[in-house]
């Protein structure tokens, strides 16, 4: 699979991490580094589109997020 993904990473409070992909709903994975949580969600989109295209199924385009913030 070539092409790129927005995923947000979240630090978890007992340590580790865990990462979701928002333009494909309930796509997301963890990882006890930022490194690994990284490579866990691009494995995780990668199965969740090849999944989808098995399926007839149509991908999702990305989606960005932008927030402007009032100082």
Same mark, same amino acid.
């Given at each position: 699979?070539?092409?790129?993904?927005?995923?947000v990473?979240?630090q $978890?409070?007992d340590?580790?991490?865990?990462?979701?992909?928002?333009?494909?709903?309930?796509?997301?994975?963890?990882?006890d580094?930022?490194? $690994? /949580?990284?490579?866990?969600?691009?494995? /995780?989109?990668? /199965?969740?589109?090849?999944?989808l295209q098995?399926h007839?199924?149509?991908?999702? $385009?990305?989606?960005?997020? $932008?927030?402007?913030?009032?100082?």
């Amino acid at each position: 699979m070539t092409g790129s993904r927005y995923v947000v990473l979240h630090q $978890e409070e007992d340590g580790g991490y865990w990462v979701e992909c928002p333009s494909l709903p309930g796509c997301f994975s963890q990882g006890d580094t930022r490194e $690994e /949580a990284f490579e866990n969600i691009k494995e /995780a989109i990668e /199965a969740y589109i090849e999944s989808l295209q098995k399926h007839g199924e149509p991908v999702p $385009e990305d989606i960005i997020f $932008e927030v402007m913030l009032n100082s």
